[in-house]
Structures are given as C-alpha cells and as structure tokens.
T-cell receptor, first 108, second 115 residues
Framework: QKEVEQNSGPLSVPEGAIASLNCTYSDRGSQSFFWYRQYSGKSPELIMSIYSNGDKEDGRFTAQLNKASQYVSLLIRDSQPSDSATYLC????????FGTGTKLQVIP | GAGVSQSPSNKVTEKGKDVELRCDPISGHTALYWYRQRLGQGLEFLIYFQGNSAPDKSGLPSDRFSAERTGESVSTLTIQRTQQEDSAVYLCASSRGVGGSQPQHFGDGTRLSIL
C-alpha cells in the first residue's frame, strides 16, 4: 500500500462546477496535510494546509480532513479553466510524503 | 531572497560527465529538500537538510549522488558520471523547519538532460 494515494485522473469537470480531489494515507499518526498545485512544466505551489479534522476554506478552495477515515480532500468551487493542473497531496509525520497527484481538467 | 532560487534552470550534458545543481533557499528557512521529478511522474524524495546536517539520505538513488549544505544556506546536489536515466527536473524546496506545520516552498527547478 502506498503511503499517500491519489487517483491519477484525469478528472474532467465543466467550468463552474465543483471539482473534488481525494487523497488517502496509510500512517494513522500523520499530523499535517498539504495540497499543492502544479501546472505543466512548473514547480508545485502550496494551496492549502490543514491540521485538524473538519473543513478549512480559503476563497474557492476547501480542504477537508477526516483522520479517522484517513483521507483528506480538496474541493474547488466554481472551477475555472485556469484551475487545470495536477494537484498533489502531501502528508507529514516525521517527514513529508507526496502523492503522485491528480490531473484536473476544467472544460470551458 | 523572496523565493527559492535554483541554478542553472536548464542543463544539457553528455553521459559520463559530472553535474552540480545549486539551490538557494528562502532566507531564514532552516530545512532544505531535494526532489527529482521525471517527465509525467510524481515527486521522488532525494535528501533533506536540517541546518547543515542531512538526517535522511534514504532517497539518494546511488552513490553517484551526493549533496551538501553550508552556512545553513546554499545547497548543492552533485551527480557524478551521469547516466541517461538521470534526466529529470530536480526540484529544491525549503521550509522554516522540519516540524509538521511548516509547508515547503519550491524553486523553479533545474531541468537536466543527459545526452
């Protein structure tokens, strides 16, 4: 079992819809969780961090964490074509482990 | 500096040559990380530094790879006797510390091509 798992996609959503990206992790003791966005040919950039159970909202982005079920998700409301990118989930316990990313395509 | 700076941005070299990649972290960031990303693949952890020490070298692919950091600042990743499978983007990231609440901030990477 991979330490951090993401569906590679591509996940295609129409413009204006909600995109839901999911990530599961294997280490129950994981403490910090991050979402990065990576445009093609560019380096990852931090979007959200979340540390406790529940939802955390920042503009059109909402991160959701459920430690009991060992998953973290990222919701993007009112998806725009500019949101098309690969989204990386990262999990920390003693060290950071990245998932392989989910490719999101927002169709105009 | 304002962000993580990596140089060169692109490097093309012949198989068998040595290459040196440089990373200048954000000022005040004590932790520094190196990753490799092959085309269309995820991030592959190589090594991290806390200060000038490297507690975790587990990701270095072979003894041809080495890294050092001096002055709790600039780090260099050296690849000796390069092979074609070393072709990839090498990303450097830094964070305020290695604690769990500290996100990593990435540089633009060095795109390495081995002919």
């Amino acid at each position: 079992q991979k330490e951090v798992e993401q569906n590679s996609g591509p996940l295609s959503v129409p413009e204006g819809a909600i995109a839901s990206l999911n990530c599961t992790y294997s280490d129950r003791g994981s403490q910090s969780f991050f979402w990065y966005r990576q445009y093609s040919g560019k380096s990852p950039e931090l979007i959200m961090s979340i540390y406790s159970n529940g939802d955390k909202e920042d503009g059109r982005f909402t991160a959701q964490l459920n430690k009991a079920s060992q998953y973290v998700s990222l919701l993007i409301r009112d998806s725009q074509p500019s949101d098309s990118a690969t989204y990386l989930c990262a999990v920390w316990r003693q060290k950071v482990t990245f998932g392989t990313g989910t490719k999101l395509q927002v169709i105009p | 500096g304002a962000g993580v700076s990596q140089s060169p941005s692109n490097k093309v070299t012949e198989k068998g040559k040595d290459v040196e990649l440089r990373c200048d972290p954000i000022s005040g960031h004590t932790a520094l990380y190196w990753y490799r990303q092959r085309l269309g693949q995820g991030l592959e952890f190589l090594i991290y530094f806390q200060g000038n020490s490297a507690p975790d070298k587990s990701g270095l692919p072979s003894d041809r790879f080495s890294a050092e950091r001096t002055g709790e600042s600039v780090s260099t990743l050296t690849i000796q006797r390069t092979q074609q499978e070393d072709s990839a983007v090498y990303l450097c990231a830094s964070s305020r510390g290695v604690g769990g609440s500290q996100p990593q901030h990435f540089g633009d990477g060095t795109r390495l091509s081995i002919l």
